[in-house]
């Protein structure tokens, strides 16, 4: 089965700063898509950034990039100039290729952004 | 407005009670799906639609049933309610074809509390 990991629960930083959020996934697959959503206090999921693993090059978004590296099954998010609304629940998600329905989640990470 | 919309946005019943949530979209999308977001476990699916006549379990279908009125509208329904149902509901779409098939785009949530 796949699976997707976030090995940390909680994160902060600094405003204007970078961080780096983890996320690692586990598939036999070689055709998939891998996607951060954001989730607020207000509840809503809200989709970040999205990679399609036959891409070599990583995804960007603004001020989100993300770090695919596909050998290692290794998928981070980078916020860059971090700002007070970027304070949530962020998820990492997998979906197989093939218009697949199931959209695998990790458990999230939350982050605080300090101001 | 908001391509997809969720009736009610909070709810509060008590065990053994018949509850209906509504999802409606304007997104056009004829892939519907309903999750369940418990704290700690992120999103975990429910029931998915791929057209109107097409309805299939996901991971955590007992207990809940759905019903497919629409393109636009998908329902899920808990026929007699239990405490541990009590949880954050997501309405889901995503389209059939084309490059962002596997991008699915959230509602703004159901949280729903079984006394």
């Known amino acids: 089965a796949q699976t997707v990991t976030q090995s940390q629960p909680e994160m902060s930083v600094q405003e204007a700063e970078t961080v780096t959020l983890s996320c690692t996934y586990d598939?036999?697959?070689?055709?998939?898509?891998l996607f951060w959503y954001k989730q607020p206090p207000s509840r809503q999921m809200i989709l970040v950034i999205r990679?399609?693993?036959?891409?070599?090059q990583n995804a960007t978004e603004n001020r989100f990039s993300v770090n695919f590296q596909k050998a290692a099954k290794s998928f981070s998010l980078k916020i860059s100039d971090s700002q007070l609304g970027d304070a949530a629940m962020y998820f990492c998600?997998?979906?197989?290729?093939?218009?697949?329905?199931?959209?695998?989640f990790g458990k999230g990470t939350k982050l605080s952004v300090i101001p | 407005d908001a391509d997809v919309t969720q009736t009610p946005r909070n709810r509060i019943t008590k065990t053994g009670k018949r509850i209906m949530l509504e999802c409606s979209q304007t997104?056009?999308?004829?892939?519907m799906y309903w999750y369940r977001q418990d704290p700690g476990l992120g999103l975990r699916l429910i029931y998915y639609?791929?057209?109107?006549?097409?309805?299939n379990k996901g991971e955590i279908s007992d207990g809940y049933s759905v019903s497919r009125q629409a393109q636009a509208k998908f329902s899920l329904s808990l026929e007699s309610a239990i405490p541990n149902q009590t949880a954050l509901y997501f309405c889901?779409?995503?389209?059939?074809?084309?490059?962002?098939?596997?991008?699915?785009?959230f509602g703004p949530g159901t949280r729903l509390l079984v006394l």
């Open positions: 990679q399609e693993a036959y891409k070599q």
């Open positions: 598939t036999s697959e070689s055709d998939y898509y």
């Open positions: 889901a779409t995503s389209d059939r074809q084309g490059d962002i098939q596997e991008t699915q785009y």
């Open positions: 997104k056009g999308h004829d892939r």
């Open positions: 998600a997998w979906n197989s290729g093939a218009g697949s329905y199931q959209l695998t």
């Open positions: 639609s791929f057209d109107v006549k097409d309805i």
